[in-house]
């Protein structure tokens, strides 16, 4: 990780606290440099499905990413194990599915 994970925390604070002040509940960003900025997870995998969620109350975001891509989030996020949610590769180009299928599932 370039920065500590103190940092990490202090800026999921200052966007929870922002969304605090909005009354938003529950963020969920797929543009990579805010994935980046939340969780360290710097992919070049953006062209899947990809998202961090964050919500207002919790300690740490979570980073949603497909199965292939989440030895990446493993080392270069500092989330716990158990806020790295995977997808299946089942959910990439198989019509009707979509990778947020998985997601809304969970």
């Known amino acids: 990780m370039n920065f500590t994970k103190e940092e990490f925390k202090n800026r999921l604070k200052k966007v929870q606290s922002s969304m605090q002040d909005k009354g938003i509940e529950l ?37 949603f990413v ?23 590769e089942k959910y990439i180009h198989t019509w009707p599915l979509h990778p947020y299928d998985a997601l809304v599932d969970l």
Not at 30 to 58: K, R
């Open 27 to 63: 963020l969920i960003s797929q543009d990579p440099s805010n994935m980046n900025y939340l969780t360290g997870y710097d992919a070049w995998s953006f062209y899947y499905a990809q998202c961090v969620i964050v919500h207002v109350n919790c300690d740490e975001p979570i980073c």
């Open 66 to 88: 497909r199965d292939q891509d989440a030895g990446g989030a493993y080392i270069k996020t500092y989330l716990k194990d158990e806020n790295i949610i995977k997808y299946n």
